[in-house]
Structure formats: structure tokens, C-alpha cells
T-cell receptor, first 113, second 115 residues
Framework: DAKTTQPTSMDCAEGRAANLPCNHSTISGNEYVYWYRQIHSQGPQYIIHGLKNNETNEMASLIITEDRKSSTLILPHATLRDTAVYYCIVRVRYGGSQGNLIFGKGTKLSVKP | ETGVTQSPTHLIKTRGQQVTLRCSSQSGHNTVSWYQQALGQGPQFIFQYYREEENGRGNFPPRFSGLQFPNYSSELNVNALELDDSALYLC??????????????FGPGTRLTVL
């Protein structure tokens, strides 16, 4: 699986958009970009994923560059409850033993009042 | 629909002992993955079970073993506990769709402390 690079930490004002970047310059054509987050003392929570098109769901938007070497997770109106560690993960489409998640250290997002 | 549950919530053991952690997968999910998360680190993949068979393993020694039962619940067993085994152990369930991607649903974890 390709590796990802994320900033260690970011701050965001409550109510503003939080834009979390991720570099994955060695991503392969069959690898998806997944985002998870982990609120303190809880298990990780799936947010969104994409292959090459931009995606949006009720939680967030995912913007993937045309060359697929980087992506940005957007939380449109951050709240204090969005304070968490955000993990960007690239992984192959389900393929038996390769279907596991490889977590880095993620980005610690702090939403401030 | 119930989510992923894990037991116990917390556990304290001493070096050399053995421990069994349990996980009930989300309803309908036939795949369970186990992760170890040391303090300040991201979760590290231990192994995955699909339909009662081990389906992939991370870089963990054989003293980490597992089982999956016909109802898709799972156990993680760790023998000869070491101090470095102190961590949050996370279970995640999923329903892989062949040829497609899937997301994993995590339980709250079991906090293991080895003294």
C-alpha cells in the first residue's frame, strides 16, 4: 500500500471550514483514498472514501487532485465535536489479505471556540 | 442494527500471563480485523478473519492468535504477555463486496495494561 503524509496538527475555528491535506504521491491506480477519524478514547470512525472523483456525504467532502497524488478532506462547518485525529489511508480494493487498513499518525485537528 | 462491541473494556494483567479479548461484529458482517494501538500511535493491523479463516496478518509474533466463530464474533488471544503489549486493542468488522471497496466499523476497544 502507498504511504501518506499528513501534517501533525491543525487548528480550526468553530463554524469555519476545516481543510485537512494528505499527500499520497505513490498511490496506485487501483488504490482508494480513505479518511477515518478517532475521537479521544474511541475507536476510529469511517468518514469518506474516493477513487478519483470528488465525493461528498453528510459528514464531509473529499477533493482528490487530478493526478491523484494528494487529497483534501473538508469539514464544511467544524464543531467542537470534530476535534479528533484524522487519518488519511490509501488501500487497494478488497483483495483478501490486502484489505487491511494501514494507519499513520494522522493529523490532530483542534476545533476552537 | 447493533454496532461492534468489545469486552472487556479494561483489563490488567502481569507479564507472562495470557489474555483473551472478545469482539462481536456488526450484524451481517462476516469479516473481523484486529488492531493494536499504542499510546500516541495509529492503530497497527494484527490480523483479519473472513468466514472463520485467517485472511491476512500484520507484523505480530505467533503468540498473538485469533479465532472467528460461525456467528462471526471473534477472539484475540495473546500468550506470554510482555510490557509492550500494553495498548488499546481494536476490533473492526466489515462486509467485503468482491471486486469493490469496503469500510470497516470499529468497536470502542479494550484497554490492556500489562504490569
Amino acid at each position: 500500500d502507498a504511504k501518506t503524509t499528513q501534517p501533525t496538527s491543525m487548528d480550526c475555528a468553530e463554524g469555519r471550514a476545516a481543510n485537512l491535506p494528505c499527500n499520497h504521491s505513490t498511490i496506485s491506480g487501483n488504490e482508494y483514498v480513505y479518511w477515518y477519524r478517532q475521537i479521544h478514547s474511541q475507536g476510529p470512525q469511517y468518514i469518506i472514501h474516493g477513487l478519483k472523483n470528488n465525493e461528498t456525504n453528510e459528514m464531509a467532502s473529499l477533493i482528490i487532485t487530478e493526478d491523484r497524488k494528494s487529497s483534501t478532506l473538508i469539514l464544511p462547518h467544524a464543531t467542537l465535536r470534530d476535534t479528533a485525529v484524522y487519518y488519511c489511508i490509501v488501500r487497494v480494493r478488497y483483495g483478501g489479505s490486502q484489505g487491511n487498513l494501514i494507519f499513520g499518525k494522522g493529523t490532530k485537528l483542534s476545533v476552537k471556540p | 442494527e447493533t454496532g461492534v462491541t468489545q469486552s472487556p473494556t479494561h483489563l490488567i494483567k502481569t507479564r507472562g500471563q495470557q489474555v483473551t479479548l472478545r469482539c462481536s461484529s456488526q450484524s451481517g458482517h462476516n469479516t473481523v480485523s484486529w488492531y493494536q494501538q499504542a499510546l500516541g500511535q495509529g492503530p497497527q493491523f494484527i490480523f483479519q478473519y473472513y468466514r472463520e479463516e485467517e485472511n491476512g496478518r500484520g507484523n505480530f509474533p505467533p503468540r498473538f492468535s485469533g479465532l472467528q466463530f460461525p456467528n462471526y464474533s471473534s477472539e484475540l488471544n495473546v500468550n506470554a504477555l510482555e510490557l509492550d503489549d500494553s495498548a488499546l486493542y481494536l476490533c473492526a468488522s466489515s462486509l467485503p463486496r468482491l471486486g469493490n471497496d469496503n469500510e470497516q466499523f470499529f468497536g470502542p476497544g479494550t484497554r490492556l495494561t500489562v504490569l
